[in-house]
């Protein structure tokens, strides 16, 4: 799973991403079209985040879900804070609060969603989260056409669930919803951090502050076994997976490919989802769970590409 990062200026709320990487290049950063480079990086990122996914479910006998939350979250913030060595004084009280509630929605977006993929395969979990993204997209843009996208997403969903979510855990769809609800949370919250903070420092306290947070969940949870030396190094390997590798490859990315290509992209993310979860885990989708989830996927792109229609029609001036 991937999130928008706030390490940058602004990142378009209505863009559906997947995913904690920026939705938004750095001012005056140039913008590379045509390039493989950045897409690559892009694409490398997402193939970082859901192979993490699928290394944290194999983990969770050994830690549970949420200690694999609690030390993902912990290795991360750790390793964000000595790179990133924000600043502390100087911040208002509506910055703190801004970061703080960014933070709570980053460990509520990992904690539901680790606790989906506890209960269904790890392609259909992404795809029900990324529709969070993609109702945020939806009702931020007020377009009819859009409707046509939400109706494609909810036949997606509909084949998904087998006519009635039969076919999988009802716990487990709740829960990806959910993850879903606060990831649209956190975009909106990455934006307002990264325009408070500069550079990725609104990221790093955000992630430390979600860190704090779910450590007595953790420890709740798995007590002793986070100390376990085996179980530390494959959190570690969560953390790097999932957080630190791909918020770098992003912001990379970002510096040279155009944020709506990016959030194209970031959409893609219940295939690579899937696939993981079929390399790693040997889950494999049926033939109505695959069309269901290139249904998600073609919904998300075209909300994405009627955004980017929509603000270069806005850009276009009146001719007299």
């Not at 990142?11 to 990487?21: D, I, L, M, Q």
């Not at 830690?63 to 000595?82: F, I, N, Q, S, Y």
């Not at 073609?298 to 001036?317: C, E, F, L, N, Y």
């Amino acid at each position: 799973m991937t999130t928008p990062s706030a390490a940058t200026p602004s990142t378009p709320a209505a863009a559906p991403v997947a995913g904690p990487g920026p939705t938004s290049d750095p001012a005056g950063a140039p913008r590379g079209r045509g390039s493989l480079g950045p897409v690559g990086l892009v694409l490398a990122g997402g193939l970082s985040v859901q192979f993490g996914a699928a290394l944290a479910v194999s983990l969770m006998p050994r830690a549970g879900a949420l200690g694999v939350v609690t030390l993902r979250l912990a290795v991360a913030a750790v390793v964000l804070l000595l790179i990133c060595r924000p600043r502390l004084r100087g911040h208002s009280r509506a910055d703190w609060g801004t970061v703080v509630v960014f933070g709570i929605a980053m460990a509520g977006m990992n904690g539901l969603f680790y606790q989906a993929v506890d209960r269904i395969p790890l392609g259909p979990a992404v795809t029900l989260e990324v529709l969070g993204p993609l109702a945020l997209s939806v009702f931020a843009s007020r377009r009819a056409v859009n409707l046509v996208w939400a109706t494609l997403a909810l036949a997606g969903v509909f084949l998904l669930g087998g006519g009635g979510f039969d076919g999988l855990d009802p716990a487990g769809v709740a829960f990806a919803l959910g993850a879903g609800a606060m990831w649209a949370a956190y975009i909106v919250f990455s934006a307002r951090t990264g325009r408070r903070f500069p550079q990725a420092d609104g990221l790093a306290l955000a992630m430390a502050v979600g860190a704090v947070l779910f450590l007595p969940l953790g420890i709740a949870e798995s007590g002793g076994k986070l100390l376990d030396p085996m179980t530390l190094a494959l959190g570690a390997g969560v953390a790097l997976l999932s957080s630190v590798l791909p918020y770098t490859l992003e912001l990379l990315a970002l510096r040279r490919l155009p944020a709506p290509t990016f959030a194209i992209l970031m959409s893609l993310e219940p295939a690579i989802a899937a696939a993981a979860g079929y390399l790693i885990l040997d889950q494999a989708l049926s033939t109505t769970q695959s069309a269901a989830i290139a249904l998600v996927i073609a919904a998300s792109m075209g909300a994405v590409r009627t955004q980017v229609g929509r603000r270069r029609v806005k850009a276009i001036p009146d001719l007299p």
